[in-house]
């Protein structure tokens, strides 16, 4: 299976892109699956949901029923803990009202899209910022339930033995049940985003400001694990003999010669601006989409060795170093690019060393151990 999730900068006609690689795919006899969890995803083909041609379903998804989906996933933790919290039930209906709960319901939908047996599922992701937001949150928030109720803990509560600490009362196993269903449910997320076969596609608009937007985004999306496949630059307008044709046609190249110079170890496809928005898969077939696909730069952390020193190899394409703010707390990495931030466990034999310095070098975060007299040992 492989999930391929699109982003784009303000109107770079994102839907548009997704609409047709998913008819393009599914005319090559992949079964796919169009997700287009944004109001108006689904205008290429007329709002239609369901089966838009053989091989090919679209599903539009709007708050009320992703709540309806995502009920089921919830119901319990929430009534226990609204239960032991002395608090009303809440209803399936109640749950869009909760500030950032839809971005939740979103990825527990894209999580059941890509567990369902698609050979491909499309996501027409919201826009670039909120994408961002989006696909960071799976990690922050199992990261977050579990720094707040550790591990040991829970299970400990679970039982209903031990105390918290300075001999607070044990918080309620309903509390407990919600946390650890908290975290099952975005560990099921986080495992799904961050598989080989996930990738996010970059729409970018021929505009200045949105190579920049892309560049950042790209960075900020390897940070948390994801890799970035390719970049369409949509609605380029035709060459032409009228002057403001040829103005704008040559401002548009520059912002393409940007993006071929920002993204140099990714395909730059171009797409060109159309008189009349496509309708239909027909019409949406005609889009030269399929230059993209190739293997996506590796977004994994690694670790080098050079004797008795360490590297740990974080890939940050784009980055600039002015930007990063780099700190160490027991076992882990506290990253901060940009205002994106991420906390990073160490591998067991870091843990043992001291940093020594960082660089920034072809689009990776170098880190630089040594081993801690006091609690290296030979292996």
């Avoid at 998913?22 to 944004?38: D, N, S």
């Avoid at 598989?195 to 937007?213: E, I, K, S």
């Avoid at 730069?297 to 600039?320: K, M």
């Amino acid at each position: 299976m492989r999930l391929l999730l699109l982003a784009g900068t303000g109107g770079a006609g994102t839907s548009t892109v997704a609409a047709a690689t998913a008819v393009r795919a599914a005319r090559r006899g992949v079964k796919t699956l169009l997700l287009t969890p944004e109001p108006g995803g689904s205008a290429p083909f007329g709002r239609v949901d369901g089966e838009v041609e053989p091989g090919l379903v679209l599903r539009t998804l709007d708050p009320c029923a992703r709540a309806d989906r995502a009920w089921a996933a919830v119901e319990r933790p929430a009534t226990a803990l609204l239960s032991a919290l002395g608090s009303a039930p809440l209803e399936a209906a109640e749950l869009t009202a909760l500030p950032g709960l839809d971005d939740v319901l979103t990825l527990l939908e894209i999580r059941d899209a890509a567990a369902a047996g698609w050979d491909l599922v499309v996501v027409d992701a919201p826009a670039l910022a909120r994408t961002v937001r989006l696909l960071g949150l799976p990690e922050a928030v199992a990261r977050a339930v579990d720094r707040v109720i550790p591990l040991e803990r829970r299970m400990l509560w679970a039982m209903g033995h031990g105390a918290s600490p300075a001999g607070a009362a044990a918080p309620p196993r309903g509390l407990v049940a919600a946390a650890e269903r908290a975290q099952l449910e975005f560990a099921g997320v986080r495992e799904v985003l961050t598989d080989p076969g996930t990738v996010v596609r970059l729409v970018v608009a021929p505009q200045p400001g949105a190579v920049a937007a892309a560049t950042a985004a790209r960075t900020a999306l390897t940070l948390h694990g994801l890799a970035v496949d390719g970049v369409v630059v949509n609605r380029l307008v035709p060459a032409g003999d009228h002057p403001w044709l040829r103005e704008r046609a040559r401002a548009e190249a520059g912002v393409v010669a940007d993006a071929e110079a920002a993204f140099t170890s990714l395909p730059v496809v171009r797409l060109g601006e159309l008189a009349v928005p496509p309708s239909g898969a027909d019409e949406l077939a005609a889009l030269d989409v399929d230059d993209l696909g190739a293997a996506a730069p590796a977004v994994a952390p690694s670790v080098d060795r050079e004797g008795d020193a360490f590297t740990l190899v974080l890939p940050l394409p784009g980055a600039q170093r002015d930007e990063i703010v780099l700190g160490r707390r027991g076992d882990e990495i506290l990253l901060d690019v940009g205002g994106q931030r991420r906390v990073l466990t160490l591998p067991s034999g870091l843990r043992r060393c001291e940093v020594s310095g960082a660089a920034l070098r072809g689009g990776a975060l170098r880190v630089m151990f040594r081993p801690d007299p006091d609690l290296w040992r030979a292996l």
